[in-house]
């Protein structure tokens, strides 16, 4: 998935740092980053590239220090500005760069918008010691909002509920919302489900995780069983498709970055009733080899 980056590792923690020669500096601007043009592998500019400005400390990766530089250019020689959603698309070797860019996108997007105080409307300072803004007036705090959303294998005996999307992502996908307050992530299963597809479903049992800035999401997998009436009851308002499939009908996702896919990935070469995890390194089974 996006964040499996090992041998390499993300520290998110917050630092007072200032950038260095070997510093990567991530550019956006109205929602697109700016990155190398025509290169294979995802590469953002250095301080060689832009020079040293208004910059706010990230993350590291490995030994790279990552860098939000305010008020970038809008031009500059050999990059060029693409949206999350053109990034996804170019499908790098090493997700790394890409995994490096969605958080990057998630921390840009709350910085934006935290720039003045809900409370009393004063300008806000970033904290020294953690990752908050603060007010200087009030002294009210803010810290990085995270959307807590689910995703939803529904299964039926040797069949699966896939979905597409009447608008955005083109692709087979599962059902998926966000946690309303007061749900427990359970009710949100249950909820979400019956809203868009308007069936019943038992047995809900947790996957795994992903931390998916592109959304600011973190999303948490679960699969569960139909219970009772298969009749799907579509939100056309949302949805342009929803079927259930057998294994050998379930056409995948393009990439592996994402857990709707892994998830996939997991019904479709798993056989009998038990969802088992599959490690990484094997999510490229070929079809018929579970």
């Known amino acids: 998935m996006l964040q499996d980056i ?5 520290d998110i923690s917050y630092k007072e ?3 260095s020669g070997d510093s990567v500096f991530m550019v956006f601007r109205e929602g697109k980053i700016l990155t190398a043009r025509g290169e294979s592998e995802i590469r953002f500019p250095d301080p060689k590239d832009v020079g040293l400005k208004d910059t706010v400390y990230l993350f590291s990766v490995d030994d790279a220090d990552y860098f939000l530089l305010n008020n970038g250019p809008a031009e500059l020689k050999g990059f060029e500005y693409q949206s999350m959603r053109e990034l996804r698309k170019r499908k790098p070797e090493n ?30 300072t970033r904290d020294t010691v953690e990752r908050a803004m603060v007010c200087p007036d009030c002294g009210n705090r803010v810290y990085p909002r995270i959307n807590p959303a689910v995703i939803i294998g529904i299964r ?4 699966i509920l896939i979905t597409r999307y009447r608008t955005g992502y083109a692709h087979n996908a599962l059902v998926a919302g966000f946690t309303e307050i007061g749900e427990t992530l359970e009710d949100t299963v249950r909820r979400e489900v019956m809203e868009e597809v308007g069936v019943k479903v038992k047995n809900i049992t947790y996957y795994k995780s992903q931390p998916w800035g592109m959304a600011q999401d973190l ?3 679960f699969f569960c069983e139909l219970d009772g009436d298969e009749t799907i009851r579509m939100d056309e308002g949302e ?3 929803a079927e259930w499939v ?9 990439g592996d970055i994402s857990l709707t896919n892994e998830m996939m990935k997991v019904f479709k070469y798993n056989r009998g009733n038990q969802i088992e995890w599959i490690p990484a ?7 018929g080899h579970g």
């Open 6 to 10: 090992s041998p390499s590792k993300m």
């Open 17 to 19: 740092k200032t950038p």
């Open 95 to 124: 997700t790394t760069a890409l995994f490096a860019a969605f958080t990057a996108y998630h921390l840009s997007v709350w910085y934006d918008a935290n720039r003045f105080c809900g409370h009393c409307g004063s300008v806000l």
């Open 156 to 159: 039926n005996g040797d069949r």
């Open 219 to 221: 999303l948490m997998g």
């Open 239 to 241: 949805l342009k498709y």
């Open 246 to 254: 057998t294994r050998e009908e379930l056409e995948l996702q393009p």
């Open 281 to 287: 390194q094997r999510m490229d089974i070929p079809d």
